[in-house]
């Protein structure tokens, strides 16, 4: 599974996930998976609900997280199983 990097918002609600997809042609087509998750529960105890999945070119993908990050989102570790 290709590396992911992950991101949530300042009131803790939300999660994003940013994963290349591993059938991108490096230099060709490149595109990231962003997965976007609502919090239920507690933070941490249990996945988030995942509500959507886009596959967006590379490019726009780092423009959304340095967008995000600007906005207040911040770095995060992992918060879906390995498996998922």
Known sequence: MAKSH???NSKRTEVK??????????????????DTGKIVGEFGKEPPLITTTVSVD????REIYERLLS????????VWEKDI
Do not use: C, H, P
């Open 17 to 34: 996930r940013f994963m290349k997809n591993d059938k991108s042609i490096a230099g060709v087509f490149e595109y990231m998976f962003v």
């Open 58 to 61: 590379i490019d726009l993908a």
């Open 6 to 8: 992950w991101l949530i």
């Open 71 to 78: 906005q207040g989102w911040r770095k995060t570790e992992e």
